[in-house]
T-cell receptor
């Protein structure tokens, strides 16, 4: 059973600042990593996927993966009030098809 | 492209009653998932289908939950009889490749 841990929130950042979200996972064989955004009362929305060590940038979002440290992070640059949501880290191993989710970190961007 | 469709969006039932949820995945997506999300937690996989075959149902409480995916497209998830602890959002997701998953709007179930 893969375990996925996220830094406990809530995380409050001022508008325009960088929000940094962290996630660690227990299964060293995990190969695929995803970040989902979930607005209150809505379903999760895929915002980033990362499969290789290093950084992956998409607009204001940057995902960082370090498989040796079993660590994946998400940076949100120039945070906007519309970024206020819960961010879910999800990890998929190579030996099974299951996607395991963390409990999420709630981000609030202060105007 | 139409997204994942689910119905109903909300359901309130009494304990020991039965309930069914319906999901229509994104066209062409062979993989379909049902998740349970309890408030404050991440989604938990209940069952995964590849076409109309079950890939993983290890976390499905089979004494009360059942699911089927006829013809490899639509799927239904049933709970019978419901318990108070089944109150949650039931999410359906589909994937074109078994990696990126796209979620439907969910069904919020309240068991009283």
């Amino acid at each position: 059973q893969k375990e996925v841990e996220q830094n406990s929130g809530p995380l409050s950042v001022p508008e325009g600042a960088i929000a940094s979200l962290n996630c660690t996972y227990s299964d060293r064989g995990s190969q695929s990593f995803f970040w989902y955004r979930q607005y209150s009362g809505k379903s999760p929305e895929l915002i980033m996927s990362i499969y290789s060590n290093g950084d992956k940038e998409d607009g204001r979002f940057t995902a960082q993966l370090n498989k040796a440290s079993q660590y994946v992070s998400l940076l949100i640059r120039d945070s906007q009030p519309s970024d206020s949501a819960t961010y879910l880290c999800a990890v998929k191993g190579w030996s099974d098809y299951k996607l395991s989710f963390g409990a999420g970190t709630t981000v609030t961007v202060r105007a | 492209e139409a997204g994942v469709a689910q119905s109903p969006r909300y359901k309130i039932i009494e304990k020991r009653q039965s309930v069914a949820f319906w999901c229509n995945p994104i066209s062409g997506h062979a993989t379909l998932y049902w998740y349970q999300q309890i408030l404050g937690q991440g989604p938990k996989l209940l069952i995964q289908f590849q076409n109309n075959g079950v890939v993983d149902d290890s976390q499905l409480p089979k004494d009360r939950f059942s699911a089927e995916r006829l013809k490899g497209v639509d799927s239904t998830l049933k709970i019978q009889p419901a318990k108070l602890e089944d109150s949650a959002v039931y999410l359906c997701a589909s994937s074109p490749n078994g990696y990126e998953q796209y979620f439907g709007p969910g069904t919020r179930l309240t068991v009283t």
